[in-house]
């Protein structure tokens, strides 16, 4: 892998399409996996949507905050 370039303290981009995430999160590894790979649970914490299983598969995450019912701010 590419040496990071820091964007700020969220992640980095590790190659041009690439953002990396690295967290510390509390739970067994099982449910933080479970929610980052079903739709369901991962709309709870980041957004829904259908991803391939598959090592290397690209997937995308769609944010429309203007559509939230008690923005922030």
């Known amino acids: 892998m590419n040496q990071m370039k820091s964007i700020d303290t969220y992640g980095a981009l590790s190659e041009p399409a690439t953002f990396t995430i690295q967290r510390l999160l509390p ?19 980041m957004a829904a949507g259908q991803m391939e299983m598959k090592a290397g598969s690209s997937f995308e995450l769609v944010w429309r905050n203007d559509e939230l019912t008690d923005p922030p701010g």
């Open 27 to 45: 739970g067994p590894i099982e449910r933080v996996w479970a929610y980052l790979t079903e739709s369901d649970l991962r709309r709870q914490w």
